[in-house]
């Protein structure tokens, strides 16, 4: 199944963290591995079929709004 298109591409979300460091590895026959390393020095791996998964683990999504026309109605409704 193809990755959805995410509104954050991999710039993007570098820019946003600009103290952390950011190793990508992608291995021939294999996945991608993605390693953040805070200023800290703490460092922290997310695996994945692809960058745009990898970074999906690290960076999740934030949940979509549901729209007013979609919420289940309340008893105050």
């Known amino acids: 199944m193809p990755h959805p298109t995410s509104s954050r591409d991999f710039d993007a979300i570098r820019a946003e ?27 922290y791996r997310f695996d994945g079929p692809t960058l745009a ?9 934030a949940p979509a709004e549901p729209e007013a026309s979609v919420m289940t109605p309340d008893i105050f409704d």
């Open 53 to 61: 998964d990898a970074l999906d683990a690290a960076f999740p999504p």
């Open 17 to 43: 963290h600009p103290e952390v460091q950011f190793y990508v590895y992608a291995l021939v026959l294999g996945g991608v591995t993605l390693e953040l390393i805070t200023p800290d020095q703490q460092v």
